[in-house]
């Protein structure tokens, strides 16, 4: 969150329209994680961004770049 947190500071500031791409990079990350994490998620791609979601909703403040990434896209 740390490293995130400065990130967007830095390339929001001065490179905005690369902030769009390197977050969505960050959330495939995230995805992909999660299907190798749980079992029920490992090979269903659409089932693990479903349940990301639902962590996004419930705990918006979870990562740093979920409260911003919907204002770069």
Known sequence: NPML???INY???FNPSAM???LQCIERRL???AMCKYKNLRGHRR???KWL?????????????????????
């Open 47 to 49: 089932r693990a961004e």
């Open 5 to 7: 947190r400065g990130w």
């Open 20 to 22: 769009k791409y390197t």
């Open 53 to 73: 979601t639902s962590v996004r909703k419930r705990e918006p403040r979870l990562f740093a770049h979920w409260s911003k990434m919907y204002s770069y896209c």
């Open 31 to 33: 995805v992909k994680w």
């Open 11 to 13: 390339f929001g500031k």
